[in-house]
T-cell receptor
Framework: DAKTTQPTSMDCAEGRAANLPCNHS???????VYWYRQIHSLWPQYIIH???NNETNEMASLIITEDRKSSTLILPHATLRDTAVYYC???????????FGTGTRLQVTL | DGGITQSPKYLFRKEGQNVTLSCEQN?????MYWYRQDPGQGLRLIYY???????QKGDIAEGYSVSREKKESFPLTVTSAQKNPTAFYLC??????????????FGPGTRLTVT
């Protein structure tokens, strides 16, 4: 699986959009980008995933650059409950595991 | 309720004892996984199973053992050979056999403390 690089931490004001970047410059053609988050002391929660096209669901949007070397997770209107560690994971479609890095610690503030 | 259950939430053991952590899912998922998380770190894969009666080692399998006798159950035994067993243990499951694009769903975890 390709490695990912994320900022260690970010802050976002409540109500604003949170844009979390992820660099995966060594991604290969069959690898998907997954995002999970882990709220303090709880278990990881799946957010979204994509291959080439931008994706949106009820939680977030995922923007993948045309060369697929980076992506951005967007939480459109961050709330205090979105404070968590966000993990960007690149995984081949036929792989069976997720390789978690240390993620980005997002702090949403009033 | 559908989901993944892990019990107990907190577990305390003396060094040198084996301990088994339970993981049960009623999602009818084929694949199940065990991860370990240390403070401030990401998750590391211990073992995974894609189908009943079959499982594979993950990145840090030494000192652990698993079984998969039933589709819904994937217990993890932390043996006395595991050098640093104190950690947060997370079980997950996903639909597909060969991974596909299926997301993994996690149980609430068991915090094991060995003294």
């Amino acid at each position: 699986d390709a490695k990912t690089t994320q900022p260690t931490s970010m802050d976002c004001a409540e109500g604003r959009a949170a844009n979390l970047p992820c660099n995966h410059s060594t991604i290969s053609g069959n690898e998907y980008v997954y995002w999970y988050r882990q709220i303090h002391s709880l278990w990881p929660q799946y957010i979204i995933h994509g291959l080439k096209n931008n994706e949106t669901n009820e939680m977030a949007s995922l923007i993948i650059t045309e060369d697929r070397k980076s992506s951005t997770l967007i939480l459109p209107h961050a709330t205090l409950r979105d404070t968590a560690v966000y993990y960007c994971i690149v995984r081949a479609g036929t792989a069976s595991k997720l390789t978690f890095g240390t993620g980005t610690r997002l702090q949403v503030t009033l | 309720d559908g989901g993944i259950t892990q019990s107990p939430k907190y577990l305390f053991r003396k060094e040198g004892q084996n301990v088994t952590l339970s993981c049960e899912q009623n999602l009818n998922h084929d694949a199940m996984y065990w991860y370990r998380q240390d403070p401030g770190q990401g998750l590391r894969l211990i073992y995974y199973s894609q189908i009943v009666n079959d499982f594979q080692k993950g990145d840090i399998a030494e000192g652990y053992s698993v079984s998969r006798e039933k589709k819904e159950s994937f217990p993890l035994t932390v043996t006395s050979a595991q050098k640093n067993p104190t950690a947060f243990y997370l079980c997950a499951s996903s639909i597909g056999l060969a991974g596909g694009t299926y997301e993994q769903y996690f149980g609430p975890g068991t915090r094991l403390t060995v003294t």
